[in-house]
């Protein structure tokens, strides 16, 4: 089609990256709340160092005195007892203070950030994707136990309404032994980025893109197929023409017509690009007019430096990883074309 | 005795497996069908879009009355033919509008004032609407008659193909006309 010979003159789907001057200019910019997080990093630290230190000391203390025979035949007891309160000890020294550091680097760094990359965009540290949005994304089937999510970037980019957070949703299993005893697991069921965007087209029904199994076994495809065809009998198996795009993706839709109209051939270009760029697990869902993308990520993003770590010094490579992170709301928009809107949507 | 029975479970076994492979078949062709009757509905609306399109165009594009004509002549053919096209007719009509179509769009170049009408943005911003989901239709179809196709050509589907009367059904190709034309999704604008 004549469509798919204009996408080579259309513009590169890759983000613009930050370059070197930009970098430096932001660097610049935050030299004074860098040098406050510094300095309240150095204080956190050698704060934490003495703390550790003294609670250390007692219950080595502790320790010591119960082989000694100070408390007798209760000794392990108290060795316990003091194990607990060193624990509770270094929560009240430290708890509060952590999350002053991490805040405040969130709030001044990271919100600088935001609102240099997105003008009139809103970022907020403990605010996240709401797990209604999640659900209704209909990627992830299981039944979701506990919910987290974190580092809320709200605004719109050119044409586009986006919503994007750290998600992180686990579902639980409990185990009981011989014994009677129950042990708890946490299973994660996605951890990463989850971006909640309206899309440039106008459709009603709903259309699945899930990582297809050639990513994993057979069995990961089989799973897949079974779990959506038990809670999702709607949805039927798209197979779509790009040989490539069908090995990294699996496609289910309700409706076979808007799932292609969704997925045009040059949209399937860009999505295949976006995921080798990404290097990771991309699912995407076309729901009530909007689309979800799952970015699966092991890394917390937005985090300040470790309070371990020798110095909390930004350089220009932590600064381009930072707005790196920033950058993934633009990336998705421009992967997905969503401010192109020539199809009868504004 | 007992050969008997043998026989008539082998008799009944192929029985089973014919009907089950004509189903199939027959679930294939009908998939094809349906899909090829979403195209329809597409290519009628877009047919829908023409009287309109010339009207607009027609008052200042003196010089191409040649090709208004050409696609008024292929609008009636295509509404006065309705159902009675074959499927073979249908995929040449649509290919014969796109092309004047597009030919149309490249001349709208010549026109600066047409160009900046409202009325001809909004007219393009449908056709546009139109044209992509024309083109996910087509593709949906290709999908059911590639399957359809491997059904009845490959074995066991190509042993009673031929006494069921299925045969192979067009698919929607890209014309030469349009493969050589770059200018043309340039001028649409359209990047998907």
Same mark, same amino acid.
């Given at each position: 089609m004549a469509a798919a010979q204009a996408e080579a003159a259309a513009p590169s789907p890759a983000p613009t990256p930050s370059g070197a001057s930009e970098i430096a200019a932001l660097l610049a910019a935050l030299a004074p709340a860098l040098s406050t997080i510094e300095a309240q990093h150095r204080a956190l630290r050698s704060r934490a160092v003495k703390v550790l230190g003294a609670l250390a000391g007692l219950v080595a203390a502790v320790l010591a005195a119960g082989l000694a025979g100070a408390f007798g035949s209760a000794w392990p007891f108290v060795a316990g007892i003091a194990l607990v309160a060193a624990f509770a000890g270094w929560w009240f020294a430290m708890h509060e203070r952590i999350a002053a550091y991490r805040d405040g680097f969130k709030r001044d760094v990271v919100g600088h950030l935001v609102a240099h990359r997105y003008p009139g965009a809103t970022f907020e540290a403990q605010r996240g994707i709401g797990i209604d949005a999640f659900r209704a994304s209909?990627?992830?089937r299981q039944d979701i136990d506990r919910y987290q999510a974190e580092d809320l970037i709200e605004g719109r980019l050119g044409a586009t309404e986006l919503s994007i957070s750290e998600v992180h949703a686990e579902y639980k299993t409990t185990t009981t032994d011989s014994k009677g005893r129950t042990q708890t697991h946490w299973h994660t069921i996605f951890k990463g980025v989850f971006c909640v965007a309206d899309f440039h087209k106008h459709f009603q029904g709903v259309t699945l893109v899930v990582p297809d199994g050639a990513e994993g076994l057979f069995g990961e495809l089989g799973k897949r197929l079974q779990s959506l065809g038990r809670t999702f009998s709607d949805a039927k198996l798209v197979s779509l023409e790009d040989p490539e795009f069908e090995r990294a993706f699996a496609v289910y839709g309700t409706d076979q017509v808007e799932a292609r109209y969704i997925l045009s051939t040059s949209l399937m270009r860009r999505l295949l690009e976006f995921r080798q760029r990404k290097g990771t697990r991309v699912h995407l869902a076309f729901v009530d007019e909007r689309v979800f993308v799952a970015v699966a990520s092991s890394a917390n993003h937005?985090? &300040? &430096?470790?309070?371990?770590?020798a110095s909390a010094a930004i350089d220009e490579a932590d600064m381009a990883d930072y707005m790196a992170q920033v950058g993934l709301a633009e990336d998705v928009v421009e992967s997905l074309n969503l401010n192109t809107r020539i199809w009868g949507k504004a | 005795m007992s050969s008997l029975y043998v026989l008539f479970a082998l008799v009944a076994l192929a029985a089973i497996l014919y009907f089950g492979l004509y189903n199939s078949l027959i679930r294939r062709r009908n998939a094809v069908d349906q899909a090829l009757s979403s195209v329809d509905v597409m290519l009628k609306k877009r047919f829908d879009l023409i009287p309109n399109l010339i009207a607009t165009v027609e008052r200042y594009m003196a010089h191409e009355r040649d090709l208004l004509n050409e696609l008024t002549a292929l609008r009636v053919k295509a509404t006065s033919g309705g159902q009675d096209l074959s499927a073979e007719e249908r995929v040449a009509l649509d290919r014969q509008v796109s092309g004047a179509l597009g030919r149309l769009m490249i001349a709208v170049e010549n026109y600066p004032d047409l160009k900046a009408s409202q009325n001809f943005l909004q007219l393009q911003g449908a056709l546009n609407e139109v044209e992509e989901q024309l083109s996910a239709a087509r593709r949906a179809y290709n999908a059911a008659a590639t399957d359809y196709h491997n059904a009845i050509q490959t074995v066991p589907g190509n042993l009673i193909a031929g006494s069921m009367g299925l045969a192979r059904r067009p698919l929607f190709e890209a014309s030469e006309a349009e493969r050589g034309n770059v200018d043309v999704g340039a001028l649409f604008g359209r990047s998907s």
């Open positions: 209909r990627l992830f937005f985090e &300040p &430096p470790s309070m371990w770590s | -």
